[in-house]
């Protein structure tokens, strides 16, 4: 991935700070409108519907979505501090310019999202639900995908370092230059005919194992 082109979210330094988040997202949602310049902390919602919304320029910060629902909102230059969206729907959604620090998403559906320019940094994504994601410009380092499902995605340009995406299906999405080289693989889920493997990039620990998924015989040489 070519970090130079990563655009990191701009956010100003001062931002109007919620009283009234339910208020705020509902009040959103009636006019399909937007929520600009705003700062959320500790803010706790359950169950409430904020999709179709326009979130820009918007600092989230210790805040806790339960199974709420944001489908079809968009978040362009927005920052996500020690949030959890577990077990909610976001389906659909437009990330551009985002960055998720210390986030949990366990359980959260991204079903058809567009994910472009987003930092995802010491996160748990554990089961979530990502098939059909069109994924570029993403950086994710410490992350936990594991049993997360990734079938069907478009990834391109993207920079993976000590992830794990152990017992993830990439069924069917194309892996061609990936590097997978420092984050765990163990038990990916593919096609029968492996085409997702062309041109993707492992090390030799890596690269033994996925032999042995091809049913490749390695035999050692006597010296």
């Known amino acids: ?7 990191e979210p701009q956010i100003p330094s001062e931002l109007a700070e919620v009283k009234d988040a339910p208020g705020l997202i ?8 937007e929520i600009f310049r705003r700062q959320f902390t500790g803010t706790f919602l359950s169950r409430i519907d904020g999709s179709h919304i326009s979130f820009q320029q918007v600092m989230f910060q210790n805040c806790k979505f339960l199974s709420c629902c944001f489908d079809r909102a968009s978040f362009t230059d927005v920052k996500f501090v020690n949030c959890d969206f577990s077990n909610s729907s976001m389906n659909d959604i437009n ?19 567009n994910i472009r320019h987003v930092s995802i940094e010491k996160c748990n994504f554990r089961d979530a639900g990502m098939d059909a994601v069109r994924m570029s410009y993403v950086k994710a380092y410490h992350t936990d995908f594991t049993e997360a499902s ?11 370092k000590d992830d794990c995406f152990k017992n993830v299906s990439f069924f069917k999405t194309w892996l061609k230059d990936i590097d997978f080289t420092e984050c765990d693989i163990t038990g990916i889920v593919i096609s029968d005919g492996k085409d997702e493997l062309r041109e993707v ?8 194992m996925l032999a042995k998924r091809l049913g490749i015989v390695i035999k050692e040489l006597e010296r």
């Open 150 to 160: 990734m079938s069907k995605c478009n990834i391109t340009n993207v920079a993976w």
């Open 26 to 33: 509902q009040g959103a949602r009636e006019e399909e409108g």
């Open 95 to 113: 990330f551009r310019s985002c960055a998720f620090e210390n986030c949990k998403a366990l359980g959260t559906d991204f079903y058809g999202s």
């Open 201 to 208: 990039v492992v090390n030799l620990e890596q690269a033994i």
């Open 1 to 7: 991935m070519n970090k130079k082109a990563f655009k």
